[in-house]
């Protein structure tokens, strides 16, 4: 207990001996932490609100009013056979008014017209694909010259512009994502070990005596180590600090930039606190104690 | 050299040799030079060391086949020109430098094989004194002092004890919380002696703690070790300070050329 003490106390002495040098330290941790975690947590917006938007993407395909059940059926059953369609919904002229009506309920002027009107809507089928790149493949197939006589008309979503954009967005932010963090970790790991580095250097004459004097490597090393755990602690919650009001800035922009998806970037960040936290700070830590071991087996060999 | 050296050292028996098989076997160990005068009675053998060599490179050797052995209590000058291996010798017997050859027996430890991680525990036991003082510029003489016992894990409480006790041993009351570069360089070296002997250690090992003295500093220095040495604590002194050889009227062990060529119970610098 007495020698944890005297461990801490060197470990904060090796702290404020070298006080810029730790203040630097910390700083690139914290950056590094920071850029790492902001990308991931842009990866889980885009990703959530890929998923939101995704499952929007349709595709309706109209046919003429007078097709018959048989017909639409044919198609249907062609559809189906396509490895790239994932599920079909047949929507019969009477369910389309049905669903016309209801949609319009409050309208009396709609509603007095389609009384006296026949049933002017067609029968549909509403295809979805497996994936989004797939839908103009099955456009095509749709409108093509077999097909002319029973389908009035193939109409694709709109959301699938927002889905190729989301697409590629978060392909480029995963790849960022990767490379940045790396970069920053290889940043954050030579700055530490630098730091711990001239830590020994400084403390080269007390470390010699406290030799000759028999302390044991734990208490000339666990300090060194503690001193990088410190920095990596501190970058750790200046960070998770950081991300409250980043999340309060990018949560409303990104929704706005989506649209009507909404993915609550915010809820999110506060339902996994303190996951996001000890994530940080175990890969901090793990990083301090690896770039301070190197750093001593390198310059602390005897 | 023209004249071959005489063999001066008397091998100790090499069957068992741990320094506990040594206390029961051995009678008085067998020395040379002058005839030994009436010897005060020493304790246990604290320092066996056994045909010792240490080689730098292929055939330069700092020491060469040297056997001793110094007994609790003793106060021992270890001299030799510059290079004769004093300092290889010390370092030896204090853990710090390897042994090409023989064995080495430290307080029940046996040193030749030493693991490295068995060294703290073994340097607690003993202490030591450099010529260049090794404080620690930035602490007070108080925390120099007290630093050999933080690190050996000691309480407060006995800290604040022993710690002005030993500075006033050593003739330094009242100036705990000087620096070490306010102070005289025969001050420095009582605070390192104070730091090497604060833990009670049963031996002292002092390379040179005059080579950087007056001799007026010099020689309160070496009272200061006497004084260490009536408390019990076996003194090894290296040093070439002929003065302080014959000052003294202890056992001088002579090297050179890494070779033991005089060991006499109250010994004289002959070179
Ligand atoms: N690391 C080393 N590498 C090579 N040779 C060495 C090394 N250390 C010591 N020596 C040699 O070993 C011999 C003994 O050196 P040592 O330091 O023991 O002498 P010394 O008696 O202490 O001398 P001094 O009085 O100058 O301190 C010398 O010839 C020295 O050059
Ligand atoms: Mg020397």
Known sequence: MLTFFRIVKFAFATVWRNVWLSFATTLVMFLALFMVTVLILLNVLATGALEVVQDKVDLSVYFVSDATTEEVNVVRTQLQSRSDVNTI?????????????????????????????????????????????QYSAISEFLTSEQFSGVIEDVNLDDNRQIVEKLTSTTGILSQLAVWVSLLFTIIAVLITFNTIRLAIYTQKDEISVMKLVGATRTLIRMPLVLAAAFYAVVAA?????????????????????????????????????????????????????????????????? | MA????????????????????????????????KPRAIPKKGEPLIVAEYLSKAFGKDAFALDDVSLEIREGEFVSLVGRSGAGKSTLTNMIIGEERLTEGRLFVNGWNVSLLKRRHIPFFRRQIGVVFQDFKLLSRKTVFENVAFALV?????????????????????????????????????????????????????????????????????????????????????????????????????????????????????????
């Open chain 1, 89 to 133: 919904t047949y929507i019969s002229k009477e369910q389309a008014l049905k669903d016309f009506e209801e949609r319009h309920s409050d309208n009396p002027l709609i509603q007095s017209a389609l009384d006296e009107l026949e049933n002017p809507l067609q029968p549909s089928l509403i295809v979805k694909a497996n994936t989004p790149d």
């Open chain 1, 237 to 302: 919650a200046l960070s998770t600090a950081l991300l409250f009001p980043v999340v309060n800035y990018i949560g409303p922009r990104a929704n706005a930039f989506l649209g009507e998806v909404t993915v609550d970037i915010e809820s999110y960040f506060f339902d996994n606190f303190w996951l996001i936290f000890l994530a940080q700070f175990t890969f901090a830590v793990v990083l301090a104690v690896v770039s301070s071991s190197i750093a001593m087996r390198r310059y602390l060999k005897k």
């Open chain 2, 151 to 271: 690190v050996r894990g000691a309480p407060h409480k006995q800290i604040m004890e022993d710690v002005p006790r030993m500075l006033a041993l050593v003739g330094l009351a009242g100036k705990e919380e000087r620096f070490p570069h306010e102070l005289s360089g025969g001050e420095k070296q009582r605070v390192a002696i104070a730091r090497a002997f604060v833990h009670r250690p049963k031996l002292l090992v002092a390379d040179e703690p005059t080579g950087n003295l007056d001799a007026l500093y010099a020689w309160e220095i070496i009272e200061v070790l006497l004084k260490i040495n009536e408390l019990g604590t076996t003194v090894l002194l290296a040093t070439h300070d002929r003065d302080i050889v014959n000052r003294l009227h202890r056992r001088v062990i002579t090297l050179d050329g890494g070779r033991l060529i005089r060991d006499q119970e109250v010994g004289e610098y002959v070179l």
């Open chain 2, 3 to 34: 004249e071959p050296k005489p063999k001066t050292t008397i091998k100790l028996k090499a069957k068992d040799t741990s320094p506990k098989a040594q206390k029961s076997s051995s009678g008085p160990t067998v020395r040379t030079g002058r």
